[in-house]
Nanobody
Framework: QLQASGGGLVQAGGSLRLSCAASGRTFSSYNMGWFRQAPGKEREFVARIRWSGGSTAYADPVKGRFTISRDNAKNTVYLQMNSLKPEDTAVHYC????????????????????WGQGTLVTVSS
């Protein structure tokens, strides 16, 4: 089970840190990702991190502004979001994928087995 938190209302240029807490003892064996869905749009990839934490990747719109990290001792993955823009407004979801999924495929939401409930990020201009 995945529980996302940390969303809220922030002005453009501000920062938020999302957290995703996982239950169970196998968190460290899963690749983790963040996706988001804006109103009227399809869900899109934001960032992912390898199960060991040694490799990360980002969607072009968030590169240089967002940072994904994980603490396997706390069963938690984070998304630090800086320099937020109004176009970042969306429900943000964390998700877990088997470590057997190759890294290049982790941008596709169909490769994720477990999803959190989503947390809303609203960026005002």
């Amino acid at each position: 089970q995945l529980q996302a938190s940390g969303g809220g209302l922030v002005q453009a240029g501000g920062s938020l840190r999302l957290s995703c807490a996982a239950s169970g003892r196998t968190f460290s064996s899963y690749n983790m990702g963040w996706f988001r869905q804006a109103p009227g749009k399809e869900r899109e990839f934001v960032a992912r991190i390898r199960w060991s934490g040694g490799s990360t990747a980002y969607a072009d719109p968030v590169k240089g502004r967002f940072t994904i990290s994980r603490d396997n001792a706390k069963n938690t993955v984070y998304l630090q979001m800086n320099s937020l823009k109004p176009e970042d407004t969306a429900v943000h979801y964390c998700a877990a994928a088997s470590r057997s999924i190759i890294l290049s495929e982790l941008a596709h939401d169909s490769n994720y087995s477990y999803w959190g409930q989503g947390t809303l990020v609203t960026v005002s201009s």
